[in-house]
């Protein structure tokens, strides 16, 4: 699974290892109203807007009429000026959807899907078979405990879009301010949902997007001129995000050699030879350092790039997201070369990366005989880990009668095919390789929010070891020490500390998409802290 590259690099072949991830006019309406099964959601029908009803999800194509819950896609626009328009699907709760909370899902990239990610292969109703054209049950999906929004952010992934070309050059401010605006709509078309909880939740780069979004709405609250500028905004969750460059890859490192993936020469010499601080050709905040060849001359740079290279090289083609996990071979590697390169231009750095990452595609290639010999899967067992569900997604969500069932593509026809992570935004590197430990800060100190942090332990992109090392670093009171949780199948689920306005949990044995991993671990820790209960 490749959906969360990154587009940064750090010491040139570090990050390409670490972060190889990381309102429209006319829809088009049904005449149908789904049948629904369950009398919980006839409270809400009557409340409908006819934005929304326009909305309306009745059916989806390889699965048949939806009758447990309604669900909505379409555009909603954020900024009429720029013809800029994101997309978004909606699934209210199993449950309750009146009482439940609501909760925005974002994956990260910056640059990659929520719909491929969390909507069709992480806690959706659905997951799709091998064939790419049908989809099976979810057993764990988050819509049996809140209404579930996932959001393609920013302009350009996906379905989203925008008419002013140079809106794909974006950073971490005016993608929160979108998604702020985003939420504002959805409200103003879903008006039942305002006064429910709201909480905003994410991975990977969503540990940029979350903290972000949740400063702009709580800031946006402060100097709110009326009710309807308001979001009723109770916390957020963030898994395997990432926070700190710095902390993070050197976390990275040390997770490396303690699970036997790099040798002690490498690790030594990544440490004494490596400024984190000083990632490659970028420096944290505004400055750039030159990404000429002078630039790579110095001798601790290029023993950094020599030692790193050697750990790219002692990895071997593993799944970095879950270093346990099969592969699925040969594509993913591919994209995230490009989307190394073109994070970084047309530098020395840039050139690097590609012939490494391409090096990386090769030993993969050459490690099967079969694109397919890495999974054994049967479509009949949904919880089994596919190392290809990626591909079985982009296929699916490019069927013309999916996108005729979403409203997506429609009216506006996009000039480029859905996938799951684009190589059409230009994201800031600066605000990539910007420290989070500030923003949780500030939202530490309003005092209004509850904050889960939980953390996939083999990861090898954003291992638990950086993640403990930050939370650790923010300096709360303990309020709960260190332990084990257990999940409902009595096995040790994690391990969990609880901090004043703060906890944090590792998932055992998951990688860096929990909720596809470790559905049932996930699902557990999720509804406890809906319910405001330890683990």
Same mark, same amino acid.
């Given at each position: 699974?490749?959906? #969360?590259?990154?587009? $940064?690099?750090?010491?040139?072949?570090?990050?390409?290892?670490?972060?190889?991830?990381?309102?429209?006019?006319?829809?088009?309406?049904?005449?149908?109203?789904?049948?629904?099964?369950?009398?919980?959601?006839?409270?809400?029908?009557?409340?409908?807007?006819?934005?929304?009803?326009?909305?309306?999800?009745?059916?989806?194509?390889?699965?048949?009429?939806?009758?447990?819950?309604?669900?909505?896609?379409?555009?909603?626009?954020?900024?009429?000026?720029?013809?800029?328009?994101? +997309?978004?699907? +909606?699934?209210?709760?199993?449950?309750?959807?009146?009482?439940?909370?609501?909760?925005?899902? $974002?994956?990260?990239?910056?640059?990659?899907?929520?719909?491929?990610?969390?909507?069709?292969?992480?806690?959706?109703?659905?997951?799709? %078979?091998?064939?790419?054209?049908?989809?099976?049950?979810?057993?764990?999906?988050?819509?049996?405990?809140?209404? @579930?929004?996932?959001?393609?952010?920013?302009?350009?992934?996906?379905?989203?879009?925008?008419?002013?070309?140079?809106?794909?050059?974006?950073?971490?401010?005016?993608?929160?301010?979108?998604?702020?605006?985003?939420?504002?709509?959805?409200?103003?078309?879903?008006?039942?949902?305002?006064?429910?909880?709201? =909480?905003?939740?994410?991975?990977?780069?969503?540990?940029?997007?979350?903290?972000?979004?949740?400063?702009?709405?709580?800031?946006?609250?402060?100097?709110?001129?009326?009710?309807?500028?308001?979001?009723?905004?109770?916390?957020?969750?963030?898994?395997?995000?990432?926070?700190?460059?710095?902390?993070?890859?050197?976390?990275?490192?040390?997770?490396?050699?303690? #699970?036997?993936?790099?040798?002690?020469?490498?690790?030594?010499?990544?440490?004494?030879?490596?400024?984190?601080?000083?990632?490659?050709?970028?420096?944290?905040?505004?400055?750039?350092?030159?990404?000429?060849?002078?630039?790579?001359?110095?001798?601790?740079?290029?023993?950094?790039?020599?030692?790193?290279?050697?750990?790219?090289?002692?990895?071997?083609?593993?799944?970095?997201?879950?270093?346990?996990?099969?592969?699925?071979?040969?594509?993913?590697?591919?994209?995230?070369?490009?989307?190394?390169?073109?994070?970084?231009?047309?530098?020395?750095?840039?050139?690097?990366?590609?012939?490494?990452?391409?090096?990386?595609?090769?030993?993969?290639?050459?490690?099967?005989?079969?694109?397919?010999?890495?999974?054994?899967?049967?479509?009949?067992?949904?919880?089994?880990?596919?190392?290809? @569900?990626?591909?079985?997604?982009?296929?699916?969500? %490019?069927?013309?009668?999916?996108?005729?069932?979403?409203?997506?593509?429609?009216?506006?026809?996009?000039?480029?095919?859905?996938?799951?992570?684009?190589?059409?935004?230009? =994201?800031?590197?600066?605000?990539?390789?910007?420290?989070?430990?500030?923003?949780?800060?500030?939202?530490?100190?309003?005092?209004?929010?509850?904050?889960?942090? +939980?953390?996939?332990?083999?990861?090898?992109? $954003?291992?638990?070891?950086?993640?403990?090392?930050?939370?650790?670093?923010?300096?709360?009171?303990?309020?709960?020490?260190?332990?084990?949780?257990?999940?409902?199948?009595?096995?040790?689920?994690?391990?969990?500390?609880?901090?004043?306005?703060?906890?944090?949990?590792?998932?055992?044995?998951?990688?860096?998409?929990?909720?596809?991993?470790?559905?049932?671990?996930?699902?557990? $820790?999720?509804?406890? +802290?809906?319910?405001?209960?330890?683990?």
């Amino acid at each position: 699974m490749s959906r #969360h590259y990154f587009q $940064l690099g750090t010491s040139v072949y570090l990050l390409a290892a670490i972060y190889t991830s990381l309102s429209l006019g006319a829809r088009y309406s049904e005449d149908n109203i789904i049948d629904v099964a369950a009398t919980h959601v006839s409270s809400l029908d009557s409340h409908y807007t006819a934005a929304a009803l326009q909305d309306q999800v009745t059916s989806m194509p390889g699965w048949g009429p939806l009758k447990s819950f309604k669900m909505f896609s379409g555009y909603i626009t954020v900024d009429a000026a720029a013809g800029r328009a994101l +997309f978004y699907v +909606f699934v209210e709760s199993e449950s309750d959807p009146v009482a439940d909370p609501l909760m925005l899902w $974002l994956n990260g990239g910056p640059g990659c899907s929520s719909l491929g990610g969390g909507f069709m292969s992480e806690l959706g109703p659905f997951l799709p %078979n091998k064939d790419g054209h049908t989809l099976k049950a979810n057993p764990y999906p988050w819509n049996k405990k809140a209404s @579930v929004l996932f959001l393609e952010s920013p302009a350009f992934v996906g379905w989203s879009y925008s008419n002013t070309s140079s809106d794909a050059i974006v950073g971490d401010a005016r993608t929160a301010k979108d998604s702020r605006a985003f939420l504002l709509g959805f409200m103003e078309r879903f008006p039942q949902f305002k006064s429910n909880d709201l =909480y905003l939740s994410g991975e990977s780069y969503a540990g940029h997007y979350v903290p972000n979004l949740a400063r702009e709405i709580v800031r946006g609250n402060r100097g709110a001129r009326s009710p309807r500028e308001t979001l009723n905004l109770k916390g957020i969750l963030v898994g395997n995000p990432l926070t700190d460059t710095a902390v993070d890859n050197m976390g990275a490192v040390d997770f490396w050699w303690h #699970h036997a993936m790099i040798s002690d020469e490498t690790a030594e010499g990544i440490r004494s030879n490596c400024d984190f601080n000083n990632i490659g050709p970028l420096l944290i905040g505004e400055d750039v350092l030159p990404t000429t060849a002078d630039a790579l001359t110095k001798p601790r740079v290029i023993a950094c790039d020599e030692f790193c290279d050697r750990a790219m090289s002692e990895l071997g083609p593993i799944n970095i997201y879950d270093i346990y996990a099969d592969v699925c071979i040969p594509k993913a590697a591919q994209s995230e070369a490009l989307a190394l390169t073109r994070a970084l231009g047309p530098t020395p750095a840039g050139l690097m990366i590609r012939a490494a990452v391409q090096l990386s595609s090769r030993e993969k290639q050459e490690s099967s005989n079969s694109a397919d010999s890495s999974s054994s899967l049967t479509d009949e067992d949904p919880s089994k880990y596919d190392p290809c @569900v990626d591909n079985e997604v982009e296929t699916y969500m %490019n069927l013309p009668e999916v996108q005729k069932a979403l409203h997506a593509n429609q009216t506006v026809i996009l000039p480029w095919r859905w996938t799951d992570c684009t190589e059409k935004v230009q =994201y800031s590197r600066s605000d990539v390789l910007a420290s989070m430990l500030p923003v949780y800060e500030e939202l530490l100190a309003s005092g209004s929010l509850r904050i889960l942090v +939980f953390s996939g332990d083999v990861d090898g992109i $954003l291992p638990v070891v950086g993640t403990r090392r930050w939370v650790s670093g923010l300096g709360l009171p303990i309020k709960s020490a260190w332990r084990p949780w257990l999940s409902p199948t009595r096995q040790v689920g994690g391990h969990v500390i609880e901090y004043e306005g703060l906890i944090f949990a590792s998932v055992r044995n998951a990688g860096h998409m929990v909720p596809y991993v470790q559905p049932e671990r996930m699902f557990h $820790l999720l509804t406890s +802290f809906l319910n405001e209960e330890s683990p």
